[in-house]
C-alpha cells in the first residue's frame, strides 16, 4: 500500500500562491499513478489534477493557474498553486491508485488545509 505525507498548505489572500507537496512510498510507477483531490465543507470532493503516463490532467476550475508535477527520483508530487481564489479553499489530498482504478478509491495522505482569503 502507498503511503502518503502532504506538505505545504497554509492561509494565502487572493491571488496568491502556495506550493503542496506529497511524500510517497511505497510507490511503483509502473503500477501506481498520483494526484491531488480537494474537499471543502459542505461540497462534493473533487478530483483537481493528477499524473499518468507523464501527462498532467486537471479541472477546468483550475486549469492556468495550477501545475501539477512528480520527481520520480525522489517519490515525490507537487502541485503548484498560483492565483489562488476564495473558492480554492479546502483540505488538499495527495492520492494514489493503481493504474486501472480511480483515485479516490486509492490510498489518501493525511491532507493539507489551503485557505484563500478575499
Known amino acids: 500500500q502507498v503511503h502518503l505525507v502532504e506538505s505545504g498548505g497554509g492561509s494565502v489572500q487572493t491571488g496568491g500562491s502556495l506550493r503542496l507537496s506529497c511524500a510517497a512510498s511505497g510507490f511503483f510507477r509502473s503500477r501506481h499513478y498520483l494526484g491531488w483531490i480537494r474537499q471543502a465543507p459542505g461540497k462534493e470532493r473533487e478530483l483537481v489534477a493528477y499524473?499518468?503516463?507523464?501527462?498532467?490532467y486537471y479541472t477546468d476550475s483550475v486549469k492556468g493557474r495550477f501545475t501539477i508535477s512528480q520527481d520520480y527520483d525522489k517519490n515525490t508530487l507537487y502541485l503548484q498553486m498560483d492565483s489562488l481564489k476564495p473558492e480554492d479553499t479546502a483540505m488538499y489530498y495527495c492520492a494514489a491508485a493503481l493504474r486501472g482504478s480511480t483515485l479516490v478509491r486509492g490510498s489518501w495522505g493525511q491532507g493539507a488545509q489551503v485557505t484563500v482569503s478575499s
Open positions: 499524473v499518468f503516463d507523464n501527462e498532467a
